[in-house]
């Protein structure tokens, strides 16, 4: 299986941007998927999750409000929409998948069997 994240970018304070990922190569399991970030001299943090149905969105608190993850059960592609971004947003994204149950684990890194390459958003002035 791979992810394949686009939709990084540069982009002012309090400006949007709209990552999307695609999983491919299996064409018979649908994922529970969701993004990770990674700023630099920082440990990677959970950012948002949804369920292989679409449903049951979770988001870490500082981007409650502000990010939607959305999933087109159909391609199995999940995108992050991004609004009124901070600089504290930046950070190399990553996109993740995984096939177990949809549990009070999708908060952990170590839950998701898929990793995407990463894709860099940077919020500046």
């Known amino acids: 299986v791979q992810l394949q994240a686009s939709g990084g970018g540069s982009v002012q304070p309090g400006g949007s941007l709209r990552l999307s990922c695609a999983a491919s190569?299996?064409?018979?399991?649908?994922?529970?998927m969701g993004w990770f970030r990674q700023a630099p001299g920082k440990e990677r943090e959970f950012v948002a999750s949804i369920s292989w149905r679409g449903t049951d969105p979770s988001y870490r608190d500082s981007v409650k409000g502000r990010f939607t993850i959305s999933k087109d059960i159909a391609k199995d592609t999940a995108s992050l929409q991004m609004n009124s971004l901070k600089s504290e947003d930046t950070a190399v994204y990553y996109c993740?998948?995984?096939?177990?149950?949809?549990?009070?684990?999708?908060?952990?890194?170590?839950?998701?069997?898929?990793w995407g390459q990463g894709t860099q958003v940077t919020v500046s002035s």
């Open positions: 993740v998948a995984a096939r177990g149950p949809y549990g009070t684990n999708r908060y952990t890194s170590g839950y998701y069997d898929y």
């Open positions: 190569g299996d064409t018979y399991s649908a994922f529970n």
